[in-house]
């Protein structure tokens, strides 16, 4: 297309947003055929970093690139935007409370979800990264009440990923024989990683895999804790692998999934699989159309169900905890 497509970053001079904005740039998350213009949001102490990132994403002479802007002003950064990825965000300090954490976010992804209302364009999709995701996603989404709710995602595509890969690491099987994994509920280590309707190759993962003490015991594990485990080695958060599951989330949800394969994406529930409605939860899914369906009918076994019932338990908590603070706007649960 001819017309470029606004995509805002926020949190664009951390480490995600490095990792992130030459892929967008470079035509990995919309196709090769759209020209984007990069608006960049950061705090004013972050400014000048991203002007930094602003000259070198210039000096890639990207073809696709169309423009890029800075603002330290949420209204002018979502004026507009087609596509936001909301990755800045305030990390857990010492001695922080987790109310403190979600009022201190509240504080970011409620006037992020007022502007995105005030200035999105009528196709606008959001994904929301910087954490708590999932509650972060609910914020901003009870701040946009112009804007469908279902057009507010939390990422949940790292997870997913991670799952692929340790199964692929387990099997043997290269990673695009895998197909069907899920991960259920929260952005968190109480997350649920699913492999009960997976394929391996064709054949069901479990069978394949044949232990289910494995799955159980280090699987489910070492998927919700990866994060954990990346802090542990690297001495920084998982950057790159994260850029990376942001780009495959927003390209599969405007240009589709593979057939008969499904990925993991947290979204409002429409109360599939009893979720309650409006929990932004993650749930099996496909795109078509530039639409999210959650795949349906998936019989559950009651591992899967308690582990989904733990996660949603804690977004339950979360909710409140948000409620409380004051930061949903009453009309919305
Ligand atoms: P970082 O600390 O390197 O970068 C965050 C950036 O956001 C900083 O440059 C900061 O100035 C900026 N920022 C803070 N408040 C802002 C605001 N109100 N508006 C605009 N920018 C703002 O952190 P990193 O490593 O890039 O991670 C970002 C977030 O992503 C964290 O919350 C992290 O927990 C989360 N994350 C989520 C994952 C997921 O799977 N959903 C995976 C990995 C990280």
């Not at 972050?46 to 696709?64: H, N, R």
């Not at 800045?88 to 409370?97: D, L, S, V, Y």
């Not at 530039?290 to 582990?307: F, H, K, M, N, S």
Request: aromatic residues 4%; contains cysteine.
């Amino acid at each position: 297309s001819t017309v470029p497509v606004n995509v805002t970053v926020t949190g664009a001079a951390g480490q995600i947003g490095y990792a992130l904005l030459f892929r967008i740039a470079s035509g990995q998350m919309l196709g090769p055929d759209v020209r984007v213009r990069l608006k960049m949001l950061e705090i004013p102490q972050g400014v000048k970093a991203a002007e930094g990132t602003a000259m070198e994403l210039e000096d890639c002479a990207f073809p696709l690139l169309a423009g890029i802007d800075i603002y330290d002003d949420a209204t002018q950064a979502f004026d507009g935007v087609n596509v936001g990825l909301l990755v800045g965000a305030r990390p857990r300090g010492a001695g922080m409370e987790r109310g403190d954490l979600l009022a201190a976010n509240g504080g970011i992804f409620g006037p992020q979800g007022e502007a995105i209302n005030a200035g999105a364009a009528d196709d606008v999709r959001i994904l929301v990264v910087g954490n708590p995701a999932n509650t972060n996603a609910l914020i901003a989404s009870a701040h946009a009440p112009d804007v469908p709710a279902d057009r507010f995602n939390a990422m949940m595509r790292l997870d997913h990923n991670r799952a692929l890969a340790q199964l692929a690491l387990r099997t043997g099987a290269p990673v695009s024989e895998i197909s069907r994994v899920t991960i259920w509920g929260n952005h968190s280590a109480k997350q649920h990683p699913d492999i009960t309707h997976a394929l391996v190759g064709g054949r069901p993962a479990a069978e394949v895999v044949g232990d289910d003490a494995w799955v159980k015991g280090e699987f489910v594990p070492t998927v919700a804790k990866r994060g954990a485990a990346i802090i542990d080695a690297r001495g920084a958060s998982s950057a790159a692998s994260a850029a990376n599951a942001a780009i495959s989330h927003v390209h599969d949800w405007v240009l589709g999934t593979p057939k008969d394969d499904w990925t993991s994406v947290a979204m409002p529930s429409d109360g599939s699989y009893d979720v309650p409605e409006g929990l932004v939860s993650s749930f099996p899914a496909s795109s078509e159309g530039g639409r999210w369906e959650i795949v349906q009918g998936l019989e559950l076994d009651d591992y899967t169900r308690a582990g989904i019932d733990a996660s949603v338990a804690e977004l339950v908590e979360e909710r409140d905890a948000v409620k409380e603070l004051g930061l949903l706007p009453a009309v919305t649960i």
